[in-house]
């Protein structure tokens, strides 16, 4: 069976809600990523989120019962919006890793 991710997550509570809703309409769901995020929040960003997954047959169901979930808003732009924060949580990670390593050779 090939999987298809239908929806990102940025906490497993989300996640695991949705997963029981899919679950209850008799769709086999998997949750990826679930640890890592778990662990380390930043980490699991930058790697893409909690993603849910199905089976190729059940994709348009699951999409639909998501999709009434996100009250009315589409997957994607959640997804996108997810992104858009992971992006600037990066790029701060960045600038202070950059100004750790500054101020270091600054006193060589």
């Known amino acids: 069976m090939e999987l298809v991710t239908v929806a990102e997550f940025d906490n497993s509570t989300k996640a695991h809600f949705a997963k029981m ?5 008799e769709i086999e769901a998997f949750l990826i990523d679930l640890e890592t995020v778990s662990m380390d ?20 169901k699951a999409a ?3 999709g009434s ?4 808003k589409t997957d994607a732009e959640t997804v996108e919006r997810s992104r858009k ?3 600037r949580v990066l790029w701060v990670i960045g600038v ?10 600054t006193q060589i």
């Open 85 to 87: 924060s992971a992006r």
């Open 96 to 105: 202070a890793v950059a100004a750790v390593f500054a101020y270091a050779f």
């Open 69 to 72: 979930l996100n009250g009315g």
């Open 64 to 66: 639909k019962i998501i």
């Open 41 to 60: 929040w930043a980490l699991g960003r930058a790697l893409g989120l909690i993603k849910l997954q199905v089976g190729e047959a059940d994709v348009e």
């Open 21 to 25: 809703q899919l679950e209850m309409q």
